[in-house]
């Protein structure tokens, strides 16, 4: 089913995204912070794409944990992929914005801890992967899950310290003049993750398929 | 659920493994005389960032406390599965006609047991050497210690379980081990900061129940997975 997803997915965000920019251009100028806002058409969609991918990694690797399947392993592991890729996206992103908005680069926030946090977890996956050894994939598959169930938790325990000291924050509502373009990118940014995705996935299908050649070659 | 038979035999073979682990630790006493020292050495290390013109700055006493605790324990953690995997006896464990969860629990009891014995000596010495009210309310301190303790120790057995086949498992326990963990420290930091306040009796108690919900779900999903990650 990715592999036929892979030439329209890829097709759409290509052209949605040469579009975008036109998009944000014409929407509205943000009344406090003006420009710099204009990243959030980015910054969110990645952020979006970085939580689904999570959450395909964390139901593939239950997948493949319970039910022996050796295509879900292909999917957790391209999915956990995107989730640092995407993470880079939003980290780079986020504190661009946040020198202007609040000048400072980093804040420990409850939305910005969880999503560090989680692109770590997902690091220490691939690292896992790559450095483990024989065997580390079903290793892995029980990171990832434990990973994906720990997010709320992450969330809800920086949120409950940071409330402790409570400060002001910019709260940012939706203008409905912003919503086309928003929605827009968003669109743009999921057809990118499933091409992205289907592409991993069949790379790591070519793989399997050449090291299971090369071990009939040895016998 | 389970018949009462079945509890019963699960706590016997958790009883028998832990039992194993206390036995042969008592015999050299190797993992709890390096931990203690390395806890020590960490607070030393400590002392030089986090003190100043002579006196430790606001609430660091607690940060420094869990630190320690959380570094001990992966060394702990680390060391117990080493003395298994050198001497192959885990690939016994696993073949013996036992329940893997518990395998799993008794393991963890040995590894509560173990890091609750350095956790004797670290608090003292951590109350000692930053003036810190840690004991202004023992019983909120004793469960936040307990609860954090197991909660951190339930994600690190069945991760350094996990790991003993694995290449590179020193550095990778650690690198899964925290940030997974997260949830358990901040609770045990600001758990501990909010006991040692003069009016934080009220939001230490709520840190502590956060302790025991975490607990319940990493325990539940440790035991879980652990069976479904151990077999070939």
């Not at chain 1, 969880?114 to 690091?123: A, D, E, G, H």
């Not at chain 2, 028998?16 to 050299?28: A, F, G, H, N, Q």
């Not at chain 2, 608090?123 to 909660?151: E, I, K, N």
Request: one cysteine or more.
């Amino acid at each position: 089913m990715l592999k036929r997803l892979f030439v329209p997915a890829l097709f759409v965000a290509a052209v949605m995204l040469a579009v975008s920019p036109l998009l944000v251009a014409r929407a509205p100028l943000e009344t406090t912070m003006g420009l710099v806002q204009k990243i959030f058409y980015y910054h969110v969609p990645s952020a979006m794409v970085m939580f689904l991918a999570a959450f395909v990694c964390g139901i593939a690797s239950a997948v493949y944990l319970f039910g022996r399947r050796p295509g879900a392993d292909r999917v957790a592991v391209a999915a956990a992929e995107v989730v640092v890729l995407f993470g880079i996206i939003v980290l780079v992103t986020g504190p661009l914005w946040a020198r202007k908005a609040w000048g400072v680069w980093w804040q420990w926030d409850a939305r910005l801890t969880s999503t560090l946090v989680l692109w770590m977890i997902f690091n220490a996956y691939l690292l896992l992967r790559k450095y483990g050894g024989p065997g580390s994939d079903r290793l892995a598959a029980g990171v990832a899950l434990f990973g994906m169930a720990n997010v709320p938790f992450v969330y809800w325990s920086v949120n409950v310290w940071r409330t402790l000291h409570p400060k002001t924050s910019v709260v940012m509502t939706l203008d409905p003049a912003m919503r086309p373009a928003f929605w827009w990118c968003v669109t743009a940014f999921v057809c990118l993750f499933l091409a992205v995705l289907a592409a991993r996935v069949r790379l790591e299908e070519e793989r399997t398929r050449l090291e299971e050649l090369y071990l009939q070659l040895d016998d | 659920m389970a018949a009462p038979g079945t509890l019963r035999r699960f706590l016997a073979t958790a009883w028998l493994i832990t039992r194993k682990d206390i036995t042969v630790e008592w015999r050299s006493r190797e993992i709890i005389y390096t931990t203690v020292f390395f806890a020590a050495s960490c607070i030393l290390v400590f002392a030089f960032g986090f003190v100043k013109d002579g006196r430790p700055i606001d609430d660091v006493a607690s940060a420094i406390l869990w630190i320690a605790i959380a570094f001990s324990g992966t060394l702990a953690l680390g060391r117990t599965f080493e003395r298994e995997r050198y001497n192959e006896t885990l690939q016994a464990l696993m073949l013996a006609p036992a329940d893997r969860p518990a395998i799993y629990a008794g393991k963890l009891a040995g590894i509560l047991l173990l890091m609750l014995a350095v956790e004797a000596v670290l608090v003292p010495l951590v109350a000692l050497l930053f003036q810190a009210p840690l004991f202004r309310q023992p019983v909120l301190l004793v469960a936040l210690l307990g609860s954090g303790t197991l909660g951190y120790a339930a994600v690190g057995t069945l991760f350094a379980a996990m790991l003993v086949r694995a290449r590179s498992r020193d550095v990778l326990l650690p690198v899964l081990l925290y940030p997974i963990t997260i949830p358990v420290i901040i609770a045990g930091v600001r758990g501990t900061a909010a006991a040692m306040a003069p009016d934080g009796g009220e939001m230490a108690r709520a840190w502590v129940s956060m302790l025991v919900f975490f607990d319940v779900v990493f325990l539940t999903l440790s035991l879980w997975t652990f069976e479904a990650v151990m077999t070939e």
